[in-house]
C-alpha cells in the first residue's frame, strides 16, 4: 500500500496533511525515516513511528476502553464531556463508509456508568455485537441503595415488567455477590435495562459497571479512561457469542 495512503486510512488527516506529515520527516519505521508518499510498503506487521509515537497499522479498529463515569457516548455530547475524547486523534477521524468519520461505540453506557466499552469502525462488526437478535450476553456489576432479597433474585430471574413494555424482561443469570452488589447477565440491550429491571423489584442503582460482553473481560490492567487494541484472541471471545448474520 502507498504509504500516504497508509496514514490516511490510520486516520492520520487528509491526503494532503498525510503528505506534509511525510515531507516533514516526522515519519519512520523499523528506525528509517520514511519520505516518499508514493513508496509501497508492506503492512503486514507494520508498526509506525509518527511524531515519536509508535503506531501499529490496523486494517479495521477494535478496541477496548474503560469507561469512566461522567463521560457521554455520543459524538455530540450534551451535558457531559464525550468518551471519544479519551482516544487519540486518528482513532476518531479515520475514514469510513458512514457518515461519521472515525470509531463508533458498540452500543452505550450513561454517563455514570463505567466499565467497558468497545468500539470500532467495522460496521458489520457493530451491527453483530449490537444487534439483540445476537443476544451478546453482558455481564454488569451493580451496587444497589436497599439489600437484594432471594426473592428479587427470583423475579429478575424469572422477568419483571418494565414501565413501558408490558411483556416481562428477564436477566440470563444474577448472582447475589453481596446484600447490596448483583453480577446481573442480559442478553438484550433496552434502554436503560439495569436501572430500570432493579427499580421493577422496588429498588435503586446506586453504581453500575459493564464486566463484560461474550467472553472479553474487562482488561484489569486499564486505567478508567484507558485504552488498548484488541488482540485476535480478544475478538474470538467476543465473535463466538455473536453468530454471523443470515
Not at 207 to 231: C, E, K, N, S, Y
Request: aromatic share 6%; charged share 20%.
Amino acid at each position: 500500500m502507498k504509504l500516504q495512503q497508509i496514514l490516511f486510512s490510520q486516520g492520520f488527516g487528509t491526503r494532503r496533511q498525510c503528505d506534509a506529515l511525510i515531507d516533514s520527516g516526522a515519519v519512520s519505521a523499523a528506525g528509517q525515516v520514511l519520505r516518499s508518499a508514493s513508496a509501497d510498503i508492506a503492512t503486514d506487521g507494520l508498526v509506525l513511528t509518527i511524531g515519536g509515537e509508535h503506531w501499529p497499522f490496523h486494517e479495521r479498529a477494535y478496541v477496548m476502553l474503560h469507561k469512566p463515569a461522567g463521560y457521554e457516548c455520543s459524538h455530540e455530547p450534551k451535558h457531559w464531556p464525550s468518551v471519544y475524547e479519551l482516544l487519540p486523534l486518528p482513532l476518531r477521524q479515520r475514514p469510513t463508509k458512514s457518515a461519521v468519520n472515525g470509531v463508533q461505540a458498540v452500543g452505550r453506557l450513561d454517563q455514570d456508568t463505567t466499565g467497558l466499552l468497545i468500539l470500532s469502525d467495522d460496521g458489520q462488526f457493530i451491527h453483530r455485537m449490537a444487534s439483540p437478535k445476537h443476544h451478546v450476553p453482558k455481564v454488569y456489576e451493580v451496587t444497589t441503595k436497599h439489600a437484594v432479597t432471594e426473592a428479587d433474585v427470583d423475579a429478575l430471574l424469572h422477568g419483571v415488567v418494565l414501565n413501558d413494555d408490558p411483556v416481562p424482561v428477564a436477566a440470563a443469570a444474577c448472582e447475589r455477590v453481596t446484600p447490596t452488589h448483583l453480577r446481573l447477565t442480559l442478553t438484550e440491550g433496552k434502554y436503560h435495562q439495569v436501572k430500570r429491571m432493579i427499580a421493577a423489584v422496588g429498588n435503586r442503582v446506586e453504581a453500575l459497571h459493564r464486566a463484560q460482553m461474550g467472553g472479553l473481560v474487562l482488561d484489569p490492567v486499564l486505567m478508567p479512561g484507558q485504552w488498548r487494541w484488541l488482540t485476535a484472541d480478544d475478538l474470538a471471545k467476543l465473535r463466538r457469542e455473536a453468530p454471523p448474520d443470515k
